[in-house]
């Protein structure tokens, strides 16, 4: 079965602020949250870094993207959004995605399986480690762009055995989304149709989601990928092994500036 996916970007009911001719000069507060800061100056400083170290035309580019991230982050200003009337301050109505897959298992076992969160990083890519804490609690670990690593922590908000698992993150995670996984016979009694949605917020914004989309590692094309994996472990019992597919897809961007062991 083909993996069906789809996606959205959230503006329901947003309303374009008015503009502010002193925030389009850049004179007065800053129009970037908090968030965005802390991590455009993370990627920043990274791509900069990484630029400056091999100096090719391709990874020079990048430095200057990582300086203009880093600009952004240590003012709390950007001037597009200044142009536009846009301010993040407030937070942003997210990213939305689906994806959808047919297993030939029982939803009870595939269920079970997801359920122990503990077994994701044997299927999703870069996912480091996940610790099962009390009450509903876990505890991720996430290796994003250019080898940041992203940390957070996540609670059950719905668990219907067999049939559902809803999970948001706490405050305070690097990466905050909100995210359902549904398990429901397929017709014909041909296994289990599981559908995956997530909604999420960009660490760093607009900017840094461009980055991520240029090196092949948004979120949505990790658990793409993710979601495949767990349909080969469970049909099959294991995962293919080559080194390029632990990240999953990539752009040869995104290859080129992969840490490597």
């Known amino acids: 079965?083909?993996?069906?996916?789809?996606?959205?970007?959230?503006?329901?009911?947003?309303?374009?602020?008015?503009?502010?001719?002193?925030?389009?000069?850049?004179?007065?507060?800053?129009?970037?949250?908090?968030?965005?800061?802390?991590?455009?100056?993370?990627?920043?400083?990274?791509?900069?870094?990484?630029?400056?170290?091999?100096?090719?035309?391709?990874?020079?580019?990048?430095?200057?993207?990582?300086?203009?991230?880093?600009?952004?982050?240590?003012?709390?200003?950007?001037?597009?959004?200044?142009?536009?009337?846009?301010?993040?301050?407030?937070?942003?109505?997210?990213?939305?995605?689906?994806?959808?897959?047919?297993?030939?298992?029982?939803?009870?076992?595939?269920?079970?399986?997801?359920?122990?969160?503990?077994?994701?990083?044997?299927?999703?890519?870069?996912?480091?480690?996940?610790?099962?804490l009390e009450?509903?609690?876990?505890?991720?670990?996430?290796?994003?762009?250019?080898?940041?690593?992203?940390?957070?922590?996540?609670?059950?908000t719905e668990d219907r055995p067999g049939e559902r698992i809803e999970w948001h993150t706490l405050p305070g995670s690097k990466l905050p989304h909100t995210g359902t996984v549904r398990f429901e016979d397929a017709p014909g009694g041909r296994g289990t149709v599981v559908h995956l949605a997530l909604r999420y917020h960009v660490p760093g914004g607009r900017a840094v989601a461009l980055v991520a989309k240029l090196l092949g590692e948004e979120p949505k094309q990790y658990l793409s990928r993710g979601l495949r994996q767990f349909k080969q472990l469970q049909e099959t019992g294991e995962v293919a092994t080559v080194d390029a597919q632990t990240h999953g897809h990539r752009s040869r961007l995104g290859k080129t500036l992969s840490p490597r062991s």
């Open 1 to 132: 079965m083909m993996l069906q996916e789809s996606e959205l970007i959230g503006t329901r009911g947003a309303q374009r602020p008015q503009l502010d001719p002193s925030l389009q000069h850049g004179t007065k507060g800053a129009n970037v949250s908090t968030g965005e800061r802390v991590a455009s100056v993370v990627v920043g400083l990274g791509l900069v870094a990484y630029g400056l170290r091999h100096r090719t035309v391709p990874t020079l580019l990048l430095a200057l993207a990582g300086g203009s991230l880093l600009r952004r982050g240590l003012t709390g200003r950007s001037r597009a959004y200044a142009l536009m009337g846009v301010t993040e301050a407030a937070g942003e109505p997210g990213v939305v995605f689906e994806l959808n897959t047919t297993i030939l298992k029982p939803r009870e076992e595939l269920y079970r399986v997801w359920r122990d969160f503990e077994n994701h990083p044997r299927f999703i890519p870069n996912l480091l480690s996940v610790r099962n």
């Open 135 to 156: 009450a509903g609690r876990s505890h991720w670990v996430f290796q994003g762009p250019v080898g940041v690593v992203l940390e957070w922590d996540s609670r059950l």
